[in-house]
């Protein structure tokens, strides 16, 4: 079953029964679906419950969670160099991990889940340049939506920002818990100091600040300053001195945490040695 948060006018922030949320932004002739879930559910009959406009699917990255429900679309956006993460978080070893989660959760399972064939997206056209970010507008009418490559928790990472709302959405390039320890992903601290550039690039450009941040493992809109703050809390010495964390892979795992602030970064070590800072 899906639930929606109507977070701002034409903006609907929607979770899927496998706990992953993904958001709809729609202006007066168009609408964005940034991210599709699990693919439990049919999501596209959901979302044309909630829009009579057509919608454009841009996937945020090419993780299982956030483009399994691509299935239930003709057509679907990645940035490119995620199309080799799309194949492999596809196939059939991906696809019984989930099976087998959802059926633990209780999760009703599609007969088809293990055999639908998902279309391959098409790769992003990006078309400017927002700082030194490679992007592109979207026009949905009376919204604009800038969509920005931003790599870090995967190399094809992308986010969206919306002018008129001073709104940033991350997929999974940020969250409360942000996992940086994936092989594909940058090293903590570039990502930190990506994230903190597109922040400035932004505010920069547009004159204002960043007030609204929606993620993909939130169900509820949460604030600029969170963002912040988190990108702040994690230094250097944080994590260098992080403690070790048994992800259940040979990846040297360590997590910075912040219980205060329900905060947590989990990265891989060696990378951050490797760059020697």
């Known amino acids: 079953m899906f639930t929606v948060n109507h977070v701002l006018p034409g903006v609907r922030h929607i979770t899927d029964a496998m706990g992953v949320s993904f958001t709809l932004v729609e202006g007066s002739n168009r609408a964005i679906l940034f991210d599709t879930g699990y693919g439990m559910e049919d999501v596209k009959a959901y979302v044309e419950t909630l829009t009579d406009k057509p919608v454009t699917v841009y996937l945020s990255h090419g993780h299982h969670d956030h483009m399994l429900g691509a299935r239930w679309f003709g057509k679907a956006f990645l940035c490119a160099e995620d199309l080799e993460e799309f194949i492999e978080r596809t196939g059939e070893g991906q696809r019984t991990k989930v099976m087998k989660q959802a059926q633990e959760q209780q999760v ?3 007969e088809d889940f293990m055999t639908v064939p998902i279309a391959r997206p098409e790769a992003i056209c990006f078309t400017g340049k927002t700082g030194s970010f490679e992007s592109k507008y979207e026009e949905l009418g009376n919204l604009e939506v800038l969509v920005i490559k931003v790599p870090g928790h995967t190399p094809g990472s992308i986010v969206l920002y919306v002018p008129a709302y001073d709104l940033l959405l991350t997929g999974d390039d940020w969250n409360p818990c942000t996992w940086m320890w994936f092989p594909t992903s940058d090293s903590a601290n570039l990502w930190r100091e990506r994230m903190k550039e597109l922040i400035r690039t932004l505010e920069e450009e547009y004159g204002r600040s960043i007030r609204h941040v929606i993620c993909s493992h939130r169900p509820m809109m ?7 703050g988190f990108l702040e809390y994690v230094t250097d010495r944080r994590m260098k001195e992080a403690p070790a964390i048994d992800m259940g892979a040979p990846i040297n795992t360590h997590e910075i945490r912040n219980d ?3 905060w947590q970064l989990i990265f891989d070590q060696d990378k951050i040695k490797e ?3």
């Open 260 to 262: 205060e602030k329900d």
């Open 222 to 228: 949460r604030e600029g300053n969170e963002i912040r």
């Open 108 to 110: 009703p399972v599609p």
């Open 275 to 277: 760059e020697g800072q």
